[in-house]
């Protein structure tokens, strides 16, 4: 099984009549996902791409599809709202692939989010991939991956499919890969898909790619080191970021001794992380990995 | 956003916080002014998007009015370098003067937004003007915490409680609370990432102020901040940096001579990281984004050669949202259109149309370098000179 999206996601995709989100959902029905629904408000009543009907709220969707899932691309003034409403409909897990939205929207929502029992990914994340499955609910390339035994977890996108693309041509496939996005403030931090991939009788190690900024690979740290038996493979990025500046991401800056790539190697090697010494050797330091098993 | 000294404490006074009185200048006639209105006793700050000024002779007391024209002169004539600045430091534009106050006591306050616990907290700490973050390593135990409820807000407990964990006499209590409560609203009210008060000070009048103020406005936020007073002074940055922003890229300037043009953060990250290790050094961050098109692209690289210190070009593209084709659309077109010698490009691609792409540039004939993994392109970077 996977973790978060499974054969049985019946995904329903929030702004699903825009320019990115409909050019992704067109990949994900590709991919094999089964996508249920859409919604735009004011647009109820049409068919996108002939099949999914769309519908002007969440809750005509979830009541007519039984849609348990939302990807959402709305823009990033209305992301709050829409994550919202997928919850108070109730989805139980909402996907916001959304860049730029206001952390104090972020830090509101995920009270929101917590306190109902749902479960929110993102925002500004490629979204969730599973090999195994076959289902996709994200924007990453799906070609790239293949199915596997490797869990992979990131707060980057194109450094995820960097992974992979290291990962698969070893032949080294993948069961869920998790992208929890590059914001301070997010639903899922490492530490939540961390518990998953250990309880996931799919997965055998962990990939887990972490940046400058905060303190989640800190948390991750901590968590791996008292509840994580399996394997983890990690890669720290922005070792030559100078500090102060924000490198892309919201949550990528330098702010402290804590927020440097070099403390969180180095709580991560404490934990017994292997620790990947470069970005270009993600897929053979997994391997080393995975022959210790 | 970062916001100036000055810029802050409009906006923290605004909400109630008590601050010294003072002016902007950027002309010494203006610095005299209000020197003069301060009978000479007043302190000088430069206005810059940088700490540590005060180690660096930003910040200087004086007690006459020809004094404080003589360290404005010398301030405004060039740029001031501190430990948080590059070498060539950042141009001083506006001086802040005010009034010289006799401090009898110097705490820390700030409002920020814990990411591990995804909530906003208020630290306090009775370790006031210095580096708090020496502080928080050193003695933990003089910081102060209060996390706070979104769905609630600041509660005055929660100010009481701080008050008291400092130390501070039952007689400053309110003022200390009602001081507390302003700031939190300016920062909530605002969409602020971050306010810092160091020092707050108590004077010898029994009176609490804040001495020094830094305040950000998240930068996401800025589409519903419109406020006139927040104007940014893009003079703290350099001239490209603007024009990338301006283009919509997310540029950050660095020392050595690799331009890199990638697409996603942690990607431009990674890329910098590999050039570094194998003994290069990367002149830029330059994350061209998913929804590039031709035309970005080609300013990307407009900008990115812009820079006179770089040398070679590592173009790194993992193709998802966005497709090789297009960048390398982008690259063809804009070497094509440079007057003056285009510095050697390596170009790694994969992914989406990455195909397309490399066969775009190979029958361009623009003399890239295509290669397939890092090592390679590494390789291939620290051959050309």
Redesign the interface.
Known sequence: MSIFVRKDTRLLVQGITGK?GS??TARCIDYGTNVVAGVTPGKGGQLFEEKVPVYDTVKQGVDETNANTSLVFVP??FAAEAIIEAVDAGIQIVICITE?????D???V??YVNRSGARLIGPNC?GIISPIDKVKAG???GH?YAPGRVGVV?????????AV?QLTPLGIGQSTCVGIG?D???GS?FVDVLGLFEKDEATDAIVM?G??????EQ?AAEFIQSNVSKPVIS?I????????????????IIT??AALASSKVKSLEKAGAFIV????DIGTTTMEALSQI | MKLHEYQAKALLSKYGVPVPRGEVASSLSEVRRIAKSFEGNCVVKVQVH?GGRGKSGGVKLVKDVDSAVAVAEQMLSGNIVTI?TTAEGVPVNELLIEEALDVTKELYLSIL?D??L???IVMASEAGGMDI?KV??DSPDKILKEVI???IGLMAYQARNLSIGLGLDREFHSQFIKLLLGAFNAF?QT?C?LIEINPLVITSQGQLLAIDAKASI????L??QKDESFNYDSRQELEIENLARASGL?Y?K?DGDVGCL????????????????AGAT?AN?L?VG??ADVNKVHKAVDILLSDSGVKKVFVNI????LRCDVVAEGIVAATKSRKTHTPPIVVRM???NADEGRKILKEAKIGVHLVN???EA?KTIKSLS
Do not use: W
Not at chain 1, 211 to 216: A, D, L, P, V
Not at chain 1, 237 to 252: E, I
Not at chain 1, 277 to 280: E, I, Q
Not at chain 2, 318 to 321: E, L, Y
């Open positions: 990115e050019y992704h990033p003034a730029g939205v206001p952390v104090s972020a830090i509101k995920c009270e490629p924007i990453m390339p790239v990131s707060r980057s996108g194109t450094l995820t499919y960097e693309g590059g301070p403030v997010s931090d790619i940046e400058i900024g905060g303190t989640k948390e890669l990025v922005g070792q030559t970021a100078p500090p102060g500046r924000r490198m892309g991401h919201a949550g990528a402290g001794t010494p470069s970005p270009a | 940088a948080q937004v990411g591990g995804g909530r906003v973050e928080a390593e409820d979104p769905n909530i969409d990432s998240d930068d996401d936020a589409f519903r997310s950050v660095l990638v697409n996603g953060a942690g990607l431009a990250m990674a890329t910098m990281d590999v050039i570094m290790a990367p961050f994350d998913g929804g993992f193709g998802g949202i994969l992914g989406t993994d890092f090592t590494t």
